[in-house]
């Protein structure tokens, strides 16, 4: 049977994270799985007291917590892989953040797909639950609408969040496998997907395999659905000039990024009167503006709020 390491990051979560372990624990999976949990808060040390009470109480897998004083995600994936690595060898590393929830077929899901695929790393879906209702444009806004895609083969993945992975393929890439300068901004694990492709591998996606994802008050809202277009732009656009593209490909870029700028506001008139449809050229406009900031420097520090218990 496959040998299963779930790496979860975490920071003053832990009502979300004591969720997440217990839809671990009742997993339905033929793997042999250790759970590794990173806390980010040296202060507070409560994903470390969460990870404590369950294994006191007869978790169902070995469990284990460190504490990463670095703050920021792509310190807390670096430790995450360094520990997993130090680990007794496992096959696979997933990871979870500590918002989300698998369905209980998730990981044999993932390893079944694997399997058929002979992918490196591949991505779950992800269905969104709402504390709090936030009408029908959340469907045209990323970070907020569900995310599937049919299962099979894909070019390339972007996200860490719902995640399988081969060992060797962090084995194999030079450290830190995310980089710091994403620390607070998040893509992170874009970067790293693209040298990971850059480097020969192989990814998939597993539709079925659903982790469910819980979106507080303070998310389920305009303004921040439209803040984490504006951070993607941004953050898509760091990546993209961090391996220095020729001429051609930025202007590419440019052109598509004048095209947003000029096509939107004319589709966000002609939509003013469907209030949901509205939401996607406007989408569209903030992460024109978010990639405009990343050119001139300017980054956004996703990050620095936290969102959720």
Aim: hydrophobic share 45%; glycine share 6%.
């Amino acid at each position: 049977m496959p040998s299963v390491l779930i790496a979860i990051p975490s920071f003053r979560r832990p009502k979300s994270l004591e969720r997440l372990l217990t839809a671990i624990a009742n997993l339905n999976t033929r793997a042999n799985v250790t759970v590794l949990v990173a806390d980010n808060d040296a202060d507070r040390l409560e994903a470390v007291a969460t990870c404590d009470a369950v294994r006191a109480r007869g978790y169902r897998w070995p469990i284990s917590s460190i504490v990463v004083t670095e703050r920021g995600i792509a310190n807390v994936r670096n430790a995450l892989v360094a520990e997993a690595l130090r680990q007794p060898p496992c096959d696979f590393i997933a990871m979870l953040d500590d918002d989300e929830e698998p369905d209980r077929n998730w990981l044999d899901e993932l390893l079944r797909v694997q399997a058929e695929t002979g992918a490196d790393a591949l991505n779950g879906s992800t269905k969104r639950v709402f504390e709090t209702d936030p009408g029908a444009w959340a469907t045209h806004c990323d970070g907020v609408s569900d995310i599937f895609a049919p299962t099979g083969r894909i070019d390339i993945i972007e996200g860490t969040g719902n995640l399988l992975a081969r060992r060797t393929l962090f084995a194999g890439m030079t450290v830190p496998w995310f980089d710091p300068t994403f620390a607070m901004t998040g893509g992170e694990d874009k970067d790293f997907f693209v040298r990971a492709k850059n480097a020969g591998a192989r990814f998939a996606w597993a539709n079925e395999a659903i982790a469910y994802d819980y979106v507080p008050p303070s998310r389920a809202n305009l303004k921040w659905a439209l803040s984490r277009a504006y951070s993607a732009g941004n953050s898509d656009m760091r990546v993209f000039l961090k391996y220095r593209p020729n001429l051609a490909s930025k202007l590419n870029e440019m052109a598509r990024i004048v095209a947003a700028l000029l096509l939107n506001p004319v589709l966000f008139v002609i939509l003013a009167f469907n209030p949901n449809r509205r939401v996607r050229p406007l989408r569209k406009l903030y992460r024109a503006f978010g990639k405009l900031a990343a050119i001139g420097g300017r980054t956004y520090e996703e990050y620095s709020v936290i969102h959720g218990q």
